[in-house]
């Protein structure tokens, strides 16, 4: 039964859908992408090849699912979606090196890590992060929408916010990860380890900074503890430089600086 109030509702629903940007559901886009994962890392795969010709059907019929993808993305209009589906898969090579970097540092920076199939397998630092990397790559090809809904996915999963275009370079290690955010203009280097609750963000989230440097730059071979906040597009951290818990910063730090947060505990007993 429609209510007579409704339908000035109605219309106005109605009239928003005459605007969408199509685009498959978030299901079917996650879906592709775990499928591009369980390919490139058995260890997560439903099914083991029985052969080279098999691993090359999947592999072309995974290039055909994002093509369709892509085609029925209203945003992808005349975006020649074959030639970017080819561009994708020809740099799979260098997305699969760039994993596996990312596997290693897990597994060298880890005391807890007993193997690659535990990491590859279990680690939410690696699932949001190969998330990231297919992400960033779709991106880099200015394919709209999938990316975000890629992190986006990752990050309902995992607990850790990645923004697609975001960059960070080889051995990125995310440990434990719940609530680590990385923001858009995010610049990290090599060899970069982060803990559980860490937040690279922007000073200012008015919208006039669209397109600006809003997040921080972090140099090579850092470690960014628990709870730390860095923020700003001018707030560079140098290399070899050790962030400690729950810190707060708005400014650079040079190369092999450690920075720490002090505080003070108060026990008050009571009778």
């Known amino acids: 039964m429609a209510y007579q109030n409704n339908t000035l509702l109605f219309q106005k629903i109605f009239d928003r859908q005459k605007h969408l940007q199509l685009v498959p559901s978030n299901s079917k886009v996650s879906a592709w992408a775990k499928k591009l994962v369980g390919f490139l890392f058995p260890e997560q795969a439903l099914k083991l090849f029985t052969s080279l010709a098999d691993m090359q059907l999947q592999f072309d019929a995974l290039a055909s699912e994002l093509t369709e993808i892509l085609n029925a993305t209203t945003a992808c209009n005349n975006c020649n979606n074959e030639g970017k589906t080819k561009q994708f898969f020809d740099n799979l090579p260098t997305l699969y090196a760039l994993l596996n970097t990312d596997i290693d540092a897990l597994l060298d920076g880890d005391p807890a890590a007993i193997s690659e199939f535990e990491v590859i397998r279990t680690y939410p630092g690696f699932y949001a992060v190969s998330f990231y990397r297919i992400a960033h790559a779709l991106l880099k090809l200015d394919i709209p929408l999938l990316p975000r809904i890629l992190t986006e996915y990752a990050h309902t999963v995992t607990g850790i916010d990645i923004h697609p275009a975001a960059q960070i370079g080889e051995y990125l ?8 955010v990385i923001g858009e203009t995010v610049q990290i280097g090599h060899h970069v380890k982060i803990y559980q609750g860490v937040t690279l963000g922007a000073l200012s989230v008015e919208k006039q900074m669209a397109g600006l440097k809003r997040h921080p730059t972090v140099g090579n071979y850092v470690v960014i503890y628990s709870g730390a906040t860095i923020l700003g597009g001018q707030t560079i951290i140098g290399n070899h430089c050790v962030i400690g818990g729950n810190v707060w910063l708005t400014h650079s ?19």
Do not use: F
């Open 253 to 271: 730090v040079a190369d092999y600086a450690k920075v720490y947060h002090e505080s003070g505990t108060k026990i008050i007993e009571t009778k």
């Open 173 to 180: 290690h995310i440990d434990h990860g719940t609530g680590v």
